[in-house]
DNA sequence: CCGGTAATAT
DNA sequence: CATATTACCG
């Protein structure tokens, strides 16, 4: 005699109103259009910064339960930040992320506004992690590379950027900034934007730089 | 309150 | 599986 009580039942849980995305919802110029022998133009944003965009059903969750902030992208830039602003404090250090290096002070010193501690603190855990298997022995493929195991920043324009704008997140009105070529993102079979690569949203790279130069 | 790790969600 | 956010703990 026990009611059905609250058990992780798989049963199904579908079929429901679709709500509008409860953060700010931009909107998306996503070409849909069945390219049928015309110009095909895919729309992928691949800048740096993007928040997650993704149309999930949500609804599930009563009350009121802040469903979770939207998943901020890491794009290179902040990356970038993220790797070079300890570089000005602690550098030489071919570890300074893994030594001394508190998110406060990152953040601080990345002078991003829209960036919490907390993301810097995830950003750090995941870029231990990363730190922590690389500097190693590599299973197969190894890139033979006389690199020194620092940070490295993907291919752009960067250098010590001389534009300490504060817009980098892409948070509140971002002034779009597209450089670079962009690729056209072809679909597979000109179908829905069902990207090959599984990344989430920002594909940048983990890669190795040698922040200093011997 | 801040920092780190685990759990959880996408 | 990778990545990001939340939760919990020190």
Redesign the pocket.
Known sequence: MLPDFSLPSPAVKNASCPISAATEDHSLSLSGSQGVGGAAASALAMAGTCL?L?V?Q?QQQQQQQ?????????SPELHRRFVLAPTTRWRSSSNFLDVV?????IRELMQVDGLT???V??????Y???ARKMPNSSPAVDQPDVVLRGLWVPPENYTTSPQPSVSLSCSPQSPLQLAGSNLAVSATAGDSCEEDG?????NWT?GEVSAEHI
């Open positions: 997650s993704q999930q949500q802040p469903p979770r902030k939207a998943r901020r992208c890491w290096a508190t998110p406060k002070q501690n907390d993301e603190k995830s950003h750090l855990q995941k231990r992690l990363h599984r990344s989430e949203c920002c983990w």
